[in-house]
């Protein structure tokens, strides 16, 4: 089993910053994938950040130059800067991490934590 923990939320003002922190721990697989999927009210649960073990990243359209992922391989936790925040980024933000890149990979997630921008 891998555990992951959230850590970092809480309620800011429009255009604040804030910074998340997952932590993996556990039977720790080679986890390829590293990343942060959002839900906010009235919202499907999309992909916001993602990094693989190399650096490389990629970006939701709506946070592109405003958010930041980055990653720690020797402590396996990875870091969401978020800047320049909205009230549309009001969302629960689940960390998720893989360790694969085939269908048949697995998948694991945090509990979530709750981000909240206010106007």
């Known amino acids: 089993q891998v555990q992951l923990v959230e850590s970092g939320g809480g309620t800011v003002q429009s255009g604040g910053s804030l910074r998340l922190s997952c932590a993996a721990s556990?039977?720790?697989?080679?986890?390829?994938?590293m990343g942060w999927y959002r839900q906010g009210p009235g919202t499907e649960r999309e992909l916001v950040a993602s990094?693989?073990?190399?650096?490389?990243?990629n970006y939701v359209d709506s946070v592109k130059g405003r958010f930041t992922i980055s990653r720690n391989n020797a402590e396996n936790t990875v870091y969401l800067q978020m800047n320049s925040l909205s009230p549309e980024d009001t969302a629960v933000y689940y960390c998720?991490?893989?360790?694969?890149?085939?269908?048949?990979?697995?998948?694991?997630w945090g509990k979530g934590t709750l981000v909240t921008v206010s106007s």
């Open positions: 998720y991490a893989r360790d694969g890149i085939s269908v048949e990979a697995n998948t694991y």
């Open positions: 556990g039977s720790i697989l080679r986890l390829i994938y």
């Open positions: 990094v693989n073990t190399r650096g490389r990243t």
